[in-house]
């Protein structure tokens, strides 16, 4: 997948998790839990659709390298990679 | 012959409005199944039926706001079925006034070559929307969530209605705080045994697998009420205390944009807890569509709230009548503590009870905290 592939499932799985909003608007640096008011359900609904879509099923450790859009897309863009 | 009547979904529901009939005459319905959809101040809730038979006349028509206890439909067949206590029915609230259809989805909101946002898709589709028929204001001319909330209108009947659901909060809290004498404690609890324990069962699990702190304390607070009844239960002030048969936490799930909902999982104490991970998953997801099941809004007998993921230290909660008690959880976090005379760091989390002093103590709920903190300790046996 590509840098631009990755963005936009990152966004689309945004966006599910968390439909009442539009992932595509925010800030790409926010906090996701500020910007789309998620908890820690939402994220892990968000994490397992992304392991379902890229096979990087990302650790607890890492959970914080997941936090913003960007941030997101650059921890799976190396991971995929590997 | 058995009468189907609009159900109590909470002590401040006076009337509910049909919307949906998912059942329809001659269909077989066996108990648990839902045959309806009722929309009330918080929600659109679907109503399941608690006998076996098969569906006959059905005497509201959609649209139709009828009082609780009014009765809905009638199902034949029914042999040897204890109904359930029935509200006895009120007054009329107001005439019925015929609702819009439900809008279906759309294989238009679908369609491909138009730029729109997952959830302005998501919409669309919910709506019934055609999406190339909307003017997208986003990036490149993309169709985002406002430009199909515009085309939409006001919000179809199945769904939150975050104003009423405000006016409902409203109602019962007031006569909580109006009615039910708080005490308030609190207590701090070592998660440091459990926190670690739960590292370790996560490590080799895929996120959709993984368990959350909440399923621990969830747990351990079922099990501290089976120990201590007084706290299970709904209190009536010509009644009194009546201790609830089922320990059926109600689980505070905030609303995004504003709202809370606290929906039962029955039987919590008896749930493993791959198993109530499972339960608070769904129930989180269909609490935030407005898919909640009757028996989730009326039989919750303990609440459990937490704010901890917000950096809440100390959660202050109000009693959800006719419940007696709602136990709270702050933030986990690291805290120097002292542990056999030594500065320890620990991971910390404060818990409080607000608990009806009509029906206990503070002596019993200190037990009842002091069990929650014991029971966590043990994680491997919750």
């Known amino acids: 997948m590509t840098e631009a592939d990755i963005r936009k499932l990152v966004i689309a799985e945004l966006g599910n998790v968390a439909p009442e909003t539009d992932a595509a608007t925010i800030d790409p640096d926010t906090d996701l839990r500020e910007a789309l008011d998620i908890d820690s359900l939402d994220f892990l609904n968000f994490l397992e659709a992304l392991r379902k879509k890229t096979g990087v099923s990302v650790p607890e450790p890492d959970y914080e390298k997941l936090l913003t859009v960007n941030r997101a897309v650059a921890y799976l863009v190396l991971k995929s990679a590997r | ?382």
Not at chain 2, 278 to 287: I, T
């Open chain 2, 1 to 382: 012959m058995y009468e189907f009547r609009m159900p109590s979904l909470g002590a401040d529901m006076e009337a509910g409005t049909l919307v949906e009939w998912l059942k329809h005459p001659g269909d077989k319905v066996a108990r648990g199944d839902i045959v309806a959809v009722v929309e009330t101040d918080k929600g659109a809730i679907e109503i399941e039926i608690f006998v076996n038979g098969t569906m006959g006349k059905q005497v509201v028509t959609l649209g139709s706001k009828v009082p609780v206890g009014t009765t809905l439909a009638m199902i034949e067949g029914v042999a040897e079925e204890k109904p359930l206590p029935r509200a006895a029915p009120r007054a009329p609230v107001t005439a019925a006034a015929k609702a819009p259809p439900v809008a279906g989805p759309a294989a238009a909101a679908l369609a491909e070559g138009v730029h729109a946002s997952p959830a302005a898709r998501k919409l669309a589709q919910q709506r019934g929307i055609d999406l190339a028929k909307i003017k997208g204001t986003g990036p490149d001319g993309s169709i985002v969530l406002h430009d199909v909330e515009q085309a939409a209108g006001p919000p179809a009947h199945r769904g939150l209605d975050l104003d009423r659901m405000r006016q409902a909060i409203a109602a019962a809290m007031a006569r909580s705080k109006r009615e039910i004498p708080h005490y308030y404690l609190a207590t701090n609890i070592d998660m440091t045994k459990p926190l670690a324990w739960l590292q370790t069962v996560n490590a080799s699990r895929t996120p959709g697998e993984r368990l959350l702190p909440a399923v621990l304390t969830l747990k351990a607070v079922a099990l501290a009420a089976r120990k201590y009844p007084n706290f299970n239960g709904f209190y009536d002030s010509a009644r009194g205390f009546a201790p609830a048969p089922g320990i059926h936490l109600g689980v505070a799930i905030a609303i995004r944009g504003g709202g809370l909902a606290a929906p039962a999982i029955h039987d919590c104490d008896r749930l493993g807890l791959d198993e109530l991970m499972v339960k608070l998953r769904d129930l989180a997801a269909r609490a935030r569509e407005g898919r909640l099941r009757s028996s989730e809004m009326s039989d919750a007998t303990l609440t459990v709230s937490s704010l901890g993921e917000r950096g809440v230290e100390t959660l202050y909660g109000v009693i959800y009548p006719p419940q007696v008690a709602i136990v709270g959880f702050g933030r986990i976090a690291p805290e120097a503590t002292v542990v056999d005379g030594q500065v320890v760091v620990r991971n910390v989390v404060n818990a409080t009870l607000a608990g009806d002093h009509r029906v206990t103590d503070g002596h019993q709920g200190s037990r009842l905290l002091q069990e929650i903190g014991a029971k966590l300790q043990e994680p491997e046996k919750l």
